[in-house]
């Protein structure tokens, strides 16, 4: 792919954008280098903690919630992982960044690879090697991490050590895999027009849902910006779709009967790189649990907000890969439903 310089001319604004996403993507790849660039699972090694401003916040999923300052991101995120973990590789499949609003981001998603030493949030350590799935955002400001957005796939991996905590589904229950036919870890510079190209389509994506009237999926308009053999990878409990007819059917569709008058777009930040786009939003998505069950929770008729992260891949004009972490724990207490309660009684009843 060709690089942004000598494509177009670009203004004084424009130059030190690149150069502060350029700038911060070095800086998050650096900080996991020493177990993302191995032939296996390594020791694992923790980021060093000059690269978090001590301002720093960090969003994570359910149970782990909000925290502040690096201390607490250590001791509540990353100790605990490195004593589960202690041989881990990181293996992202997406890497990229951009501004939103002002503010420079980088996004990844990936898997942490390797063998449960111990358990971890209340998930005992099964016997084989598990994937943990991963979604991160990082907001850099003047050189160093000043959030953090987080998602892991909690309920996927607890699927791995024998407790599903949601009923079967009709997606496809799998780890999902990197880009098909793209490389979707953009540590250089990335083409200009390729990245403009890619971020308006996602933003009519979601101009699209947001036009849904009631619960009639057509009224979106998905098939103008969805390629025919896309590959939608949602988390465990709703779980992956191959082609746009499955898409609708196992994932897109019953969001929409569920959450009839459900808007999207609420965003912390979006951008693209390239091929390239991610966004989240805590929550990315509202609505109203008004309509049909919902992955077997019955409907509470009380507002629902979900916090997500959605990570594209385009090829031509089209969307042609969508991975997304949904905190679903988050979203099932919002329900009535305590699954990390569940998960403790099923370990108990071993």
Known sequence: MSHWWGRLPLTAQQMKTRMDTQSAKDLIWKLWQRLTLTDGPKSFVLPQRTAFSDAIVFYGPAPIGTLDGPEAIFDEVYAPLAESFPQVRRQPYLFLGGSFEGRTWVATTGDFVGQMAHAWLGIPAPIHPVRLRFGEFYCIEEGRISEIRCLFDILGLAAQAGYPLLPPFEGRAEVPPGPQQVDGVCISPQDPVETAKTLDLVEGMIGGCNRL???????????????????????????????????????????????????????????????????????????????????????????IGMNIMDFYVRRDDRLFENWVLIDLIDAWQQFGIDLMDALQKKVAQR
């Open 213 to 303: 009237d009631g619960d009639d999926w057509t009224s979106m308009g998905m098939d103008a910006f969805w390629h025919p053999d896309m590959v939608w990878h949602g988390p465990w409990g709703i779980g992956s779709c191959y082609g746009f007819q499955e898409f609708r059917d196992y994932a897109q569709g019953p969001s929409v009967a569920s959450f009839p008058n459900r808007r999207g777009g609420f965003h912390r930040a979006r951008f693209a790189d390239g091929v390239t786009a991610a966004f989240t939003g805590w929550p990315s998505l509202r609505g109203t649990f008004t309509g049909a069950p919902f992955h077997g929770a019955a409907p509470t008729g009380r507002p």
